[in-house]
């Protein structure tokens, strides 16, 4: 199903129109009628000759209320702009023209309509103009019909005109992640919380989880209607009625957005291709405040140029010229809940002023004039799928794939082809060595993203093994901490590079650079002897001592002495020796107790029962009650 949006100045007789073709008054204010125009959204529905059942967005024509007009008419797809012939083209008329334009509106049907009113020579005039009018724009060549509400004339000439144009439109959108930009927010008695909007880019299911953006509320679905009429699931590309449990309509409102997971985050910063109206009256400064129209939103928002040309002197320009474009980036005072793509719209105190393309909801601050910045936003805005998500990637890397998914807003068929091209190309490197296709946990680079993450890895290690020469290495999860990679990431990038030729080498539990030898100096040698005789000559009853951590650690390694506990050590071959009697002991006994150790070795008690727990530690033996038995296998 499709939308179609009115456009035209005020009292050029759109409601009397969408009336007369659908048979429903779209005013639905009381004030609106008693006032003859439309305030706010009006809406319609009607089956056009070749049986296509249709939505109609009636919006206002004031100026004073072109932000309700903005509300609506994001989210069409056939623009129905209404000229009266009795006045002709009026400043609404150029400016909703304007915004159809700024939004990329293609399709649409011109109705000269209260053509009862207008001399046939008139008529020819006004036609004229409106050609004339239409023609720099996205609707030039656009079919224009005179008709007449009142008397009917010319309207099965208009229904046959919307409906040719409708079909030349390509199939609703529908990428499974659906959006509905909330333009209404009220409550029904008995059924509660009621938002309406027009549903794009995925269905909505009665009984369905859902989110609303910015600030992550969660609801769930009781019910779904279309055009008055109970449905248990609505398809994208239709006028939708959402009945809500689990949020109070006061705490909704128009601009929030309702979706399915939490993809969707409140944006405060994005990144756009601007172009201003050719016919505005001036030029658009940077930082200038402005306020920014996207979806059913409306915030104001300071903008950033990102690129500038020089002025006459040479020097950089801040503004834009009339019927320019240009790289920005729009700050926001309050969130949004804006995608990728998604069109916008500026306007100032008094009129448009420009609008384009949303290319990243979640910038980084820029600095302008940069090339490589100007040629990433570029291939974001009309680049392939691959050059999407190596873009995205190259922002947010490492990352998962669910998160390149959202981040980079494709369809979930689209972005895993284009990862495993990528892939396969060598464009994108899978961390996670297991096989078959990445999940949604896989960590993903880009190809230089994976070399500067390997050069973190190996600068890392080269950093810690000057710091602790005599260590053999840094500890795995040490440098996993410091490069925050999951676990599984970090093991697929441990296997690449301790690999053949790697530049690392893997001892048990810690990283070292590969070739690399401990060794120790002629005096740390005498200190080392020293240390392992004063150990040998202590035998089962050590005293706690100073000894260089460093040092300790280096011996440790090498089996030469054995750690118990904090300052106490064992030499190597004593400890092996009464791991033994223990085993042996056991084995006779069936357990041993704390007491009976100490016995045995003829230690102290805190001796005994570090030496018990460190065989607990190593999984000779485990705890039963007051004793030690051996762990079997």
Avoid at 295 to 316: F, I, K, M, N, Y
Avoid at 348 to 370: F, L
Wanted: charged residues 25%.
């Amino acid at each position: 199903m499709y939308v179609i949006g009115t456009a035209g100045h005020v009292d050029h007789g759109k409601s009397t129109l969408v009336e007369a073709l659908s048979g429903i008054d779209p005013d639905r204010w009381a004030e609106e009628k008693a006032r003859g125009l439309t305030i706010d959204l009006g809406f319609a529905w009607c089956t056009l000759p070749g049986g296509r059942e249709v939505s109609i967005v009636d919006v206002p024509g004031h100026e004073r209320f072109i932000k309700n007009m903005l509300a609506g008419v994001g989210g069409i797809d056939l623009a129905l702009l209404v000229v009266a012939a009795d006045e002709g083209v009026m400043p609404q008329t150029r400016e909703h023209l304007a915004i159809l334009d700024l939004l990329q509106t293609t399709h649409g049907v011109v109705a000269l309509t209260k053509c009862d009113l207008a001399e046939a020579e008139w008529l020819d005039l006004v036609e004229a103009d409106v050609e004339e009018l239409l023609a720099p724009t996205s609707l030039a060549g656009a079919a224009i019909v005179r008709c007449s509400a009142t008397t009917g004339a010319g309207l099965d000439a208009l229904r046959a005109a919307l409906d040719g144009a409708l079909a030349a439109l390509p199939p609703v959108r529908d990428i499974g992640r659906p959006r509905l930009p909330i333009d209404r927010a009220f409550t029904i008695s008995g059924f509660g919380t009621v938002v309406t909007g027009t549903l794009i880019d995925g269905p909505l299911r009665v009984g369905e989880r859902v989110s609303i953006a910015p600030g992550g509320m969660q609801a769930r679905i009781r019910g779904l209607q279309s055009h008055k009429q109970r449905v248990e699931q609505a398809e994208p590309g239709t006028r939708t009625a959402v009945n809500l449990s689990g949020v109070a309509p006061d705490a909704l409102a128009r601009g929030m957005v309702l979706t399915t997971g939490d993809w969707l985050a409140g944006s405060t910063a994005m990144d756009v291709r601007l172009r201003t109206v050719a016919a505005a009256s001036g030029r658009l400064r940077h930082n200038t405040t402005l306020t920014l129209h996207t979806g059913a939103a409306e915030v104001a928002a300071r903008l950033r140029l990102l690129e500038s040309e020089p002025d006459v002197a040479g020097a950089p320009a801040d503004e834009i010229p009339p019927g320019a474009e240009r790289w920005a980036q729009l700050r926001l005072e309050e969130p949004v809940g804006a995608a990728r793509g998604d069109y916008f719209v500026l306007r100032n105190s008094v009129t448009t002023v420009g609008g384009g393309r949303i290319v990243d909801t979640r910038p980084r601050r820029h600095r302008r004039d940069q090339p490589a910045t100007l040629a990433a936003l570029a291939r974001l805005l009309e680049g392939s799928p691959d050059d999407t998500l190596l873009t995205v990637l190259q922002r947010i890397e490492p990352a998962p794939l669910s998160q390149l998914r959202e981040r980079a807003e494709l369809d979930d068929a689209a972005t895993s082809a284009a990862v495993r091209r990528q892939i396969e190309a060598g464009g994108i490197v899978a961390l996670e060595t297991a096989p078959g296709p990445p999940g949604p946990a896989t960590t993903l680079c880009t190809a230089a993203g994976f070399e500067a993450l390997s050069g973190r890895a190996l600068a890392a290690v080269r950093e810690f093994v000057v710091a602790h020469p005599l260590r053999p290495g840094v500890p795995r999860e040490e440098l996993r901490s410091r490069l925050g990679l999951p676990a599984r990431a970090f093991a697929g990038l441990e296997a690449r590079l301790t690999g053949e030729a790697g530049p690392l080498a893997s001892h048990e539990g810690s990283l070292d650079l590969a070739g690399r030898e401990v060794a120790l100096g002629p005096e740390q040698e005498r200190e080392a002897e020293a240390l392992v005789a004063r150990l040998r000559a202590a035998g089962t009853r050590p005293e706690s001592a100073p000894v260089d951590a460093e040092l300790a650690q280096y011996l440790e390694s090498r089996g030469r002495i054995v750690r118990l506990a904090e300052g106490v050590y064992l030499e190597g071959e004593t400890h092996a020796a009464m791991v033994a009697s223990v085993r042996a002991a056991i084995g006779e006994r069936g357990r041993i107790t704390l007491a009976e150790v100490r016995d045995l070795f003829g230690s102290s008690r805190k001796i005994a029962q570090a030496f018990l727990e460190d065989l607990d530690r190593r999984q000779v033996t485990r705890r039963v009650g007051d004793a030690r038995v051996l762990r079997r296998g």
